[in-house]
């Protein structure tokens, strides 16, 4: 748990999956997965747009999911949507020493919460300071605790790819080259190929996937008598659960 504190106000923050409810985790999963797919601003429109630049030549269909996302986009920005800002809502414990529950986090529920921290001027930058911290260390106990959840290979291919990308780009600054140009291409291609757009609406979408995942997890969880309530287990104990049935499953093909 950790304490955000700003202009004479404080909020009391989950940050770790070790206390974090699993329901809590869900949420904030979720929301991240449709900010780092969509976005609500107009950093995420100019995301999308490139994608579809880069997608037009080489994966219609794939440009064509962007599209959709860029439009979703645009309604996040009208209906002033921010999946960002609920990503940072659900993780509150305490808002100036009053409990947030479960029953608050609907979807209006959200809405009144993130206006409330709008009218006591929290600044995005405190927000954004919290969910970077925050995903940093959540992603760091996975790996710690569950190494066979994460796929750690994976994403430090693709830091190493950016750092490259980074250090290219300030090349760029101090010589034109169009050498430096195409390994800069190169690299946004296969940054691309690993992190193709998602549909995330419909009964297909992940959104749905998602929150269906879930449910059948916590079915499973009750018939193995892992847990008889799931939803009231924080993430550490859900996942340590998962890996207690997985075990069990090895040894029975085993004999």
Not at 19 to 43: C, F, H, K, W
Not at 69 to 80: C, D, E, G, T, V
Not at 159 to 166: G, N
Request: net charge neutral.
């Amino acid at each position: 748990m950790v304490k955000v504190k700003w202009k004479g106000h404080t909020l009391e923050m989950y940050d770790s999956i070790q206390e974090l409810p699993i329901t809590r985790y869900q949420m904030y999963n979720l929301n991240v997965l449709i900010d780092s797919g969509i976005g609500s601003d107009l950093a995420g429109t100019d995301t999308r747009c490139n994608n579809i630049r880069r997608l037009m030549t080489t994966d219609k269909e794939q440009a064509e999911q962007e599209i959709t996302n860029l439009q979703q986009n645009i309604r996040f920005i009208m209906s002033k949507t921010s999946p960002e800002l609920n990503s940072f809502a659900v993780m509150i414990k305490k808002i100036d020493g009053r409990e947030v529950n479960d029953s608050d986090l609907t979807d209006e529920g959200i809405k009144d919460i993130i206006e409330e921290l709008g009218q006591k001027r929290l600044l995005m930058s405190v927000v954004r300071d919290f969910l970077f911290a925050t995903k940093k260390k959540i992603d760091f106990e996975f790996e710690t605790f569950f190494p066979g959840v994460t796929d750690s290979a994976m994403v430090k291919e693709l830091y190493t790819k950016l750092k490259q990308r980074t250090m290219l780009v300030l090349k760029s600054i101090r010589e034109t080259s169009a050498d430096i140009e195409e390994q800069i291409r190169q690299i946004d291609e296969f940054i691309m190929s690993k992190m193709k757009p998602k549909n995330f609406h419909g009964s297909s979408g992940m959104e749905v996937t998602m929150v269906k995942g879930f449910e059948q997890t916590c079915v499973m969880l009750k018939q193995y008598n892992v847990a008889d309530n799931p939803k009231e287990m924080t993430t550490l104990s859900f996942y340590q659960a998962i890996e207690v049935i997985r075990e069990q499953l090895k040894a029975r093909k085993k004999k």
